[in-house]
């Protein structure tokens, strides 16, 4: 056969299936024709993508020689245009959109009922009205910050000379969901609505065991490894105790069933061994670990950002990098007596640019914003990217400090790892080493996010002691996004929740809380803690009124017990940690009660319960 024809024969089907055609055009505002930059322009029914430049312009290679481009701006109305075979260049129109959100409603939960959740209701932290002015008059402008320090050329033509707009934080919206919060619900939903994903990604967070380590004073141990084991002294799980002394521990998490008969629980603290035989699961209560030493307050915080950056991610990409630049200018402050290390890997997936580039855990804040700040999306395509590389390289690369009091790994993306048994290998690896070296996941699902992935990042986030959040549709930013499956959740500004979720995690105990001498009573409070005792004191007890509920709670601060007085019966007493996580239930309580609080360490918690209408809420503290 002739060389030419051969090739042609071989050649012929991948140029056929493989066509490319390229589009240019610039979007303008309607109103008065100014160029618009930032703005989102996607390939409908693909992952095709990009956005505007400085100058408003941009270029695409679409599937289809008269594609449908999707075109997307906040503070503008969404508009789709049809082009024709013959087009190469366009140019849009957008139309300013000052239409105000629409108004959600709030409902109760009995956490004791058993039912099918069906979607989610959300409460805004700001009036819709407010964040709908805010988001109409939206701009793209410069973020207050100190110029990059100067960086080398790349050859990626992902990383063009091109600067991409910057835009300003505070503009995105977003929710979080501490399924350790909400155990009970948590069981019921993932065994029910989402049951289709557990068997799916094979990972059940489901057999839950809650250690509690506290000194004999009464403090918090952080950072001590925790081991679950077997009757023939396997290791079943590992983990380190977080901020407040506790860790989270998991028998069958990858097996979907029950796994090996749990026979003890140890932790080493400074190399000595404390073991408890037949630990209890959660729902029997926490297990307490005594430990004879000093306490110790760690000052470091590890923190990485992973995130994606296929071409999925172009409607969210300038505001999440602007968002994350406020994050660590926040955190900055709000830790200013820690010292704060910083890191990040952006990922894509296999047979793009790259698959990851990473930024190393560092004091250098300047260098994680910059390289954060430099980064751009590309490639992709197949909705499922290389995940599991990306964990992989943070988990096992990144220079994660043993001696830090907070591991903190946030996951930003909209698509799933690849479904191969050699994917969910590494992604088991993973979540079993960032639960050792005590790193907790906290993903941030952007819009595209399906359930599938919703729920492998919320069990994920519980295998590691982390919690999951959740961009929404309320900032009027990118595409659609999914409300997650609970009964409800508030949504507030993305770089809100971020820095008060860095300080939940890294909160610690001033271990000089409590002291007593002659001259002063037994118990005085001093630093931080006394400070929130003396807020407490201020703050009005509960008081009947027309439609209110009449109770309240004290001594406050208590030493060892909380007694509590209703005007009724209630079903359920909750009590959560500073994180969030739920640590105590009393059911059913009438009246009275007197919560016995002597596994609690120093510090600060929140009594929670519901009366059939509303929740009620109290702040207390533990001192001893």
């Known amino acids: 056969m002739n060389l030419r024809l051969l090739l042609v ?115 805004l932290s700001e009036t819709s009205d407010a964040l709908a002015g805010r988001v109409a008059g939206v701009r793209i402008r410069g973020i207050s910050s100190a110029p990059a320090p100067p960086r080398a050329p790349s050859s990626d033509k992902a990383f063009s000379a091109v600067s991409a707009p910057l835009v300003s934080a505070g503009t995105l919206t977003a929710g979080e969901l501490n399924d350790f919060g909400k155990w009970t619900l948590w069981g019921d939903i993932a065994q029910r609505d989402l049951n289709e994903w557990r068997h799916r990604w094979h990972l059940s967070p489901l057999e839950r065991y809650a250690a509690q380590l506290v000194t004999e004073e009464g403090f918090p141990v952080v950072g001590a490894t925790v081991y679950l084991k077997d009757s023939r002294d396997s290791l079943l799980w590992q983990a380190q105790s977080d901020n407040t002394g506790k860790c989270e521990l998991w028998n069958g998490l990858f097996t979907g069933a029950a796994g090996q008969q749990v026979a003890s629980l140890q932790a080493i603290v400074d190399g000595k061994p404390y073991t408890l035989s037949h630990p209890t699961r959660f729902q029997d209560g926490l297990n307490v670990v005594r430990v004879s030493r000093p306490c110790v307050a760690p000052s470091l915080v590890d923190i990485a950002f992973v995130v994606d950056a296929t071409g999925s991610m172009g409607d969210e990409i300038h505001y999440l990098q602007a968002e994350l630049g406020d994050v660590i200018a926040k955190t900055k402050d709000s830790l200013a007596s820690s010292t704060l290390h910083l890191g990040s890997v952006f990922y894509r997936d296999a047979g793009d640019a790259y698959v990851t580039r990473t930024s190393p855990l560092s004091a250098n804040v300047a260098q994680t914003l910059d390289f954060i700040g430099q980064q751009r999306v590309d490639g992709g395509g197949d909705t499922p990217e290389a995940v599991d590389q990306a964990l992989a390289v943070a988990i096992n690369s990144l220079a994660w400090s043993a001696q830090a009091k907070a591991r903190l790994l946030f996951l930003i993306l909209d698509a799933p790892p690849h479904e191969e048994p050699a ?27 399906d359930k599938s992935t919703e729920y492998l990042m919320r069990a994920m986030a519980l295998a590691t002691n982390g919690t ?8 009027g930013v990118g595409n659609t996004h999914i409300k997650p499956t609970t009964d409800k959740f508030d949504v507030e500004r993305l770089n809100t929740l971020l820095v008060k979720l860095i300080t939940r995690y890294a909160h610690t105990v001033d271990c000089q809380t409590v002291f007593a001498s002659k001259d002063s009573k037994p118990g005085t409070l001093s630093g931080h803690y006394q400070a929130v005792a003396d807020t407490l004191a201020r703050a009005p007890k509960p008081a009947k009124q027309s439609k209110g509920y009449a109770w309240t709670c004290y001594p406050n601060p208590t030493s060892d017990v909380l007694h509590v007085e209703l005007e009724g019966k209630i079903a359920e007493l909750f009590i959560t940690d500073v ?29 929670r319960f519901f009366t059939g209408q509303k929740w009620e809420q109290a702040k207390f503290l533990v001192s001893r």
């Open 579 to 607: 994180t969030g996580k739920l640590v105590l239930r009393a059911v059913p309580v009438q009246h009275k009660a007197a919560i016995q609080l002597g596994s609690f360490p120093t510090g600060v918690y929140f009594l």
């Open 423 to 449: 994917v969910l290998a590494s992604l088991q690896h993973s979540i079993r080493q960032a639960a050792a070296k005590g790193i907790r996941l906290i993903p941030i699902a952007a819009s595209g996010t």
């Open 9 to 123: 024969l071989l050649l012929g089907p991948v140029f056929g299936y493989a066509q490319a055609f390229p589009v240019k055009g610039v979007v303008r505002a309607r109103s008065d024709r100014a160029t618009l930059a930032g703005v989102t322009i996607l390939e409908k029914g693909t992952h095709h993508g990009t956005s505007t430049d400085a100058n408003g312009r941009f270029s695409l290679v679409t599937t289809h020689p008269a594609p449908r481009l999707v075109v997307s701006f906040v503070g503008y109305v969404t508009q789709e245009v049809t082009l024709a075979k013959s087009d190469t260049a366009v140019v849009v129109l957008l139309q300013e959109d000052t239409k105000s959100l629409s108004e959600v409603v709030v409902v109760g939960y009995a956490a004791t009922a058993k039912h099918h959740v069906s979607g989610a209701v959300s409460t």
């Open 468 to 475: 999951y959040v959740f961009l929404t549709d309320d900032s």
